[in-house]
């Protein structure tokens, strides 16, 4: 039930994007077209699974040895080469997942939300079952946020907008009001 | 000498990092709840991209082309840590508040940004300038953003009380008021420019018409 509640609080309550601001640059960068932002979250929600498995093990490693502090420096170096090797794995083994997410890949290595997420659970003090399910979850929050803002934005090319507000101004307004939505799930889950 | 102050200038108002380039923004929407946490995030980011321009210009001739990002990174990850850990004993309550935020300084695009595209080509004394510029520019945007949200929400400015509860947005402290407040900030300098060149261009018209008329 906890591990239910840990996915559905991910998602919806502390939406990574939308309530914590983790993730800002590839939402408002990859939201122009929702193909686009399909593809950003499924690399997304497949990156952060990986790596917080991946760091949640080192960071036991890491403790046993007595070098908890050295956790940023480890967790950043493991991300930015986890996101190179995925790239050339799917490349020999699915051209097709490539192809799909290829782009997408080396962009990830700079989002906060992945190095955020490896944080959090070291923070909250997951087991390996809950952090998972908090990755799967924060990857689902992401790509809903993205792909819901991907929409909007494609209706917003045929508005009228004044012109101050073209741009980067509009695109954080109607982000604003998009939050405004997610405020509403807040306390609905109290971990 | 006024090319040194275009080094500093450049950062903190015509190439200002958070109006005109957007770079770090998660830390500028997340932590500006009051103008206190703004400039608390704003001078850790300035410290740490001060000193990582220094490392990173003293060794711009040492390191290999090919694997000069994640050197770049571990310098960048060292200082943020460092910074964490000093934060953690002598300012144990900012450092609460900001909490994830302050790790997080290492993928902020801006030091990275700065970095690959400043202190790796030019000397220490002007990376050190193009650091302050960018940083207090950052900063500065901060302590802009966190004044806005902290008064029109809880009617207090660094902790003062202005007007007591009788008017409070209490919507500018959570999330939303942050995406809201900066982008109406943004279309205001947005704003401001436009009519600048718009002012600009019926001078220069007045001009050729005086010139003509003569």
């Known amino acids: ?191 | 000498m006024a090319n040194k102050q275009n080094e500093l200038t450049n950062g903190m108002f015509s190439n200002n990092p958070i109006f005109v380039q957007a770079l770090g923004m998660c830390p500028t929407l997340a932590t500006t709840t009051s103008a206190t946490n703004g400039l608390g995030m704003g001078m850790a980011t300035l410290a740490v991209l001060i000193m990582s321009n220094i490392v990173i210009s003293l060794i711009r001739k040492l390191v290999p082309d090919k694997i000069r990002i994640p050197v770049y990174i571990i310098i960048i990850a060292g200082f943020v840590t460092m910074i964490d850990l000093l934060m953690h004993g002598f300012l144990y309550d900012l450092w609460k508040t900001l909490g994830l935020f302050i790790p997080l300084i290492v993928v902020n695009c801006l030091i990275l940004g700065r970095a690959e595209a400043y202190a790796s080509q030019n000397s220490v004394f002007k990376s050190i300038l193009d650091a302050l510029g960018m940083g207090l520019g950052f900063a500065g945007g901060l302590i802009l953003l966190g004044s806005v949200r902290e008064i029109l929400g809880a009617g207090t400015w660094f902790g003062l009380p202005l007007w007591g509860d009788a008017f409070n947005v209490f919507i500018m402290i959570l999330p939303p008021g942050a995406f809201i407040t900066l982008g109406l900030l943004a279309a205001m300098f947005n704003w401001m420019g436009i009519s600048r060149e718009e002012r600009k261009k019926k001078k220069e018209k007045a001009a050729k018409k005086a010139g003509e008329s003569a």
């Open chain 1, 1 to 191: 039930m906890k591990i239910f509640l840990i996915f559905m609080s991910a998602i919806l309550v502390n939406n990574f994007v939308l309530q914590r601001f983790l993730g800002i640059c590839p939402f408002l960068g990859v939201s122009k077209k929702i193909d686009t932002a399909v593809g950003m979250s499924l690399a997304v929600i497949f990156v952060m699974v990986l790596a917080s498995v991946i760091t949640w093990l080192l960071n036991g490693l890491l403790v046993i040895m007595g070098l908890g502090f050295l956790k940023t420096i480890v967790f950043i170096l493991v991300i930015a080469s986890l996101v190179q090797f995925v790239e050339i794995f799917l490349k020999k083994v699915s051209p097709g997942l490539y192809e799909a997410l290829g782009i997408f890949l080396p962009l990830i290595t700079t989002n906060c939300a992945i190095l955020g997420l490896a944080l959090l659970n070291i923070q909250n003090n997951y087991g390996l079952l809950e952090t998972i399910f908090n990755a799967l979850g924060a990857g689902f929050g992401f790509g809903l946020a993205l792909i819901l803002f991907a929409g909007i934005r494609e209706q917003m090319d045929f508005a009228d907008i004044p012109k101050p507000f073209k741009g980067l101004a509009g695109t954080l307004i109607t982000a604003g009001i998009l939050s405004m939505a997610f405020v509403g799930f807040s306390g609905m889950i109290k971990l």
